[in-house]
Nanobody, 123 residues
Framework: QVQLVESGGGLVQPGGSLRLSCVAS????????MGWYRQAPGKQRELVAT???????NYRDSVKVRFTISRHNAKNTVYLQMNNLKPEDTAVYYC?????????????????WGQGTQVTVSS
């Protein structure tokens, strides 16, 4: 079994910064894509940014330039540096990972989600 645990959310004023972290633990053989999604009240969950195992990144247009996704493969960790935050960035942010698990020598791929961390941008 694998767990994703997020941290780093909170309340910040417009123009401020936050750094989210997500650590994967458990029966991990390797991790393919990792990413961050967010869901605001009354809205669907949307992709924020993704990063592949070879560090290729992808961002939604509204966060390009302001947000940076990165990963530390040896620590099974993905980060999201968020700068110049805006009220419309307010949401619960979820970590996602495509993990290859090793179950007694049998390898299989599975998607995992974190529990979510609240980011609130308000003056």
């Amino acid at each position: 079994q694998v767990q994703l645990v997020e941290s780093g959310g909170g309340l910040v004023q417009p123009g401020g910064s936050l750094r989210l972290s997500c650590v994967a633990s458990g029966s991990i053989f390797t991790i393919n894509d990792m990413g961050w999604y967010r869901q605001a009240p009354g809205k669907q969950r949307e992709l924020v940014a993704t990063i592949s195992s070879d560090a290729t990144t992808n961002y939604r247009d509204s966060v390009k330039v302001r947000f940076t996704i990165s990963r530390h493969n040896a620590k099974n960790t993905v980060y999201l540096q968020m700068n110049n935050l805006k009220p419309e960035d307010t949401a619960v942010y979820y970590c996602h990972a495509v993990i290859i698990e090793n179950n007694g020598g049998y390898l299989h791929s599975r998607d995992y989600w974190g529990q979510g961390t609240q980011v609130t941008v308000s003056s």
